[in-house]
């Protein structure tokens, strides 16, 4: 199998370890991992504040880069949603995207639905609280959502439960927002920052060494707040936690 590999512009600038990590757990699987160097921003940042027509040509170069993939790879649920949800006004009538959108997955999703994967030959011995993003969680369901009144497998999870020695703690508010939310972080930061230290209160309380993620930018907002208070958590992407890569604690 030969996937593309798409990198959100948090990666890409901040965290490239990130992207790393998910090249080595898609080759570990022996896939052929592709990074289209020509690849740019998925136009997330534009939607998101209405500027619709500067989203536009972001969308048309996506689709012009990533079509011909067999399967888009993203270790972003944001990012994978845009494309899968909110692309739909650009291309209504092209048979090429109707193919891509059913065919971009975010990393966790594509290991449990595509791959199949049983096992995780990593050893992580931390106790760890898992952050739901809301693009994950609500557009993509990744897990369970508390406002439908219903459960299903979470697809995070699992893959978390394969990872010898971690310990998944369990938080009072498992789906609430951190605040971060793009451009609203922006426009309304005292909110922001009160929804991200209610998170991360969260998992201070239910004992959480590593507070982990799908989203790159999530992480980012709650370890400003994490440092801003020399508090006693880290944040690790689920990429590099099931990549195996080292992390100290303490």
């Known amino acids: 199998m030969r996937v593309g590999l798409f990198i959100p512009c948090y990666v890409d600038q901040f965290y490239p ?19 289209p160097e020509a690849q740019t921003c998925c136009g997330q940042p534009m939607a998101n504040t209405g500027c619709l027509d500067d989203t536009r040509p972001l969308a048309e170069r996506f689709l012009e880069i990533f079509s011909d993939y067999e399967h888009v790879v993203c270790p972003s649920g944001s990012c994978v949603s845009m494309v899968r949800n909110h692309y739909e006004n650009y291309f209504q009538t092209d048979a090429r995207y109707e193919r891509l959108k059913t065919h971009t997955w975010e990393l966790c999703e594509f290991l449990v639905d595509v791959m199949k994967v049983e096992s995780i030959p990593v050893r992580f011995p931390h106790r760890v609280g898992l952050h739901s993003s809301c693009h994950g969680l609500r557009e993509l369901r990744l897990d369970s959502c508390s406002e439908l009144m219903c459960s299903q497998p979470s697809k995070v999870r699992k893959l978390l439960d394969m990872v010898d020695a971690l310990e998944l703690v369990e938080l009072k508010r498992s789906d609430e927002c951190c605040g971060f939310g793009g451009t609203f972080a922006v426009a309304e930061e005292a909110v922001s920052v009160l929804m991200g230290a209610d998170r991360v209160a969260d998992h201070i309380s239910a004992g959480a060494e590593v507070m982990t993620a799908t989203d790159a930018s999530c992480l980012m907002h709650m370890e400003g707040i994490i440092r801003r208070r020399k508090l006693p958590l880290r944040t690790m992407h689920i990429a590099e936690i099931l990549a195996g890569d080292p992390i100290t604690v303490g």
């Open 17 to 35: 370890q990130i992207g790393m990590a998910t090249v080595k757990i898609l080759e570990r699987l022996g896939i052929e991992v592709d990074f």
